[in-house]
């Protein structure tokens, strides 16, 4: 694949920077303070993590980051808000999430996921973020902070919940699809048959050697064949695919395709099987120059085997990328 992308690369186009959004809500992220620990790693399934918190305002949410790593395996993450439940004090049901992938050896950072449905948070109204992850995960907890969530937890996603020690939460909160400096979403996304908004991101920055360069979707159908679609036009408009796929946009040009296999699995799932509802595109990028200032696009589509449309496809926003 790196050796593909290379040979396509040297046609690709320059274009303008982006910078990365703000979020509309963020906790201790001023600092990259947090316990050196790790999570436990259950045989019984992934762990799940709830922070309550109450919304300071209106917020229609669109994705999260965490402070996190994963140095000692490859595993996936995912970042969920769940519901509150008043009488039980804690969290009731699950109202939306996504996730990412982090290899083995993933530095300490922010990373996170867009969400597969978008959250209408209403002020005052408590909700829990709920993180799901497959242990030995670098735990977003400033201990040093007085901005503390309530913690409960469910180790190996079994049992009842249980009260945990508060963290000092270390979360952005995003109001837009999540992007990077020099990596834009455009375009919108269709949801298929599951009713979830498949999305489009990437966790690291295009930059000229970085291996571990990856573009993510999150949201889609689950065990399904998947297509990256690289485009090279800067000024590509998105392209309606109505009549035979409504509602869904080409958000590229299309010069080149990967094909790959969305996965089945949980966050302990390995690279090859893969996360549920997830597909990740490794695009290691070269330690060459000549790569410095390319454009691409990039969207992803996956098949929908109960779609009922003459297109049976699912198609993520858009990403317009310049390598640095």
Not at 120 to 149: C, H, M, R
Not at 196 to 214: C, D, I, K, M
Request: aromatic letters at 10%; hydrophobic letters at 40%.
């Amino acid at each position: 694949m790196k050796k593909n992308f290379l040979l396509c690369a040297g046609l690709l186009l320059g274009t303008a920077l982006s910078a990365q959004t703000k979020p509309c809500f963020s906790m201790n992220d001023s600092n990259n303070n947090a316990v050196r620990l790790i999570s436990v790693k259950s045989s019984k399934g992934p762990n799940l993590w709830a922070l309550k918190w109450t919304s300071p305002s209106l917020l229609i949410a669109r994705g999260m980051t965490i402070y996190t790593n994963s140095k000692y395996r490859d595993g996936f993450q995912s970042l969920e808000i769940w519901s509150d439940d008043p009488q039980a004090k804690q969290p009731k049901a699950r109202m939306g999430g996504g996730t990412w992938f982090l290899p083995k050896g993933t530095p300490s950072g922010w990373y996170g996921t867009n969400f597969d449905k978008v959250q209408i948070l209403q002020k005052g109204k408590t909700y829990w973020f709920v993180w799901a992850e497959g242990g030995w995960s670098g735990i977003p907890n400033d201990k040093t902070s007085t901005a503390k969530l309530p913690l409960m937890s469910k180790i190996g996603g079994v049992g009842s919940w249980k009260g945990q020690i508060p963290w000092g939460f270390k979360c952005r909160l995003y109001c837009s699809l999540l992007d990077q400096a020099s990596v834009k979403p455009v375009g919108k996304s269709c949801m298929g048959s599951t009713q979830e908004l498949p999305t489009t991101f990437s966790n690291t920055a295009p930059n000229v050697g970085n291996a571990s360069f990856r573009i993510e979707g999150t949201g889609v159908p689950s065990g399904a064949p998947a297509w990256l679609i690289l485009g090279r036009n800067s000024n590509f408009k998105p392209v309606s695919l109505a009549p035979i796929a409504p509602g869904c946009w080409l958000n590229t040009d299309i010069f080149f395709l990967f094909v790959s296999k969305t996965g089945t699995g949980n966050q302990q799932a390995s690279p090859q099987v893969g996360a549920a509802h997830h597909i990740v595109f490794p695009l290691g990028l070269p330690n060459d120059q000549r790569l410095k200032g390319l454009f691409f696009g990039a969207q992803i589509m996956v098949f929908d085997k109960n779609a009922t449309s003459t297109l049976p496809m699912v198609f993520t926003n858009g990403l317009r990328v310049t390598i640095q």
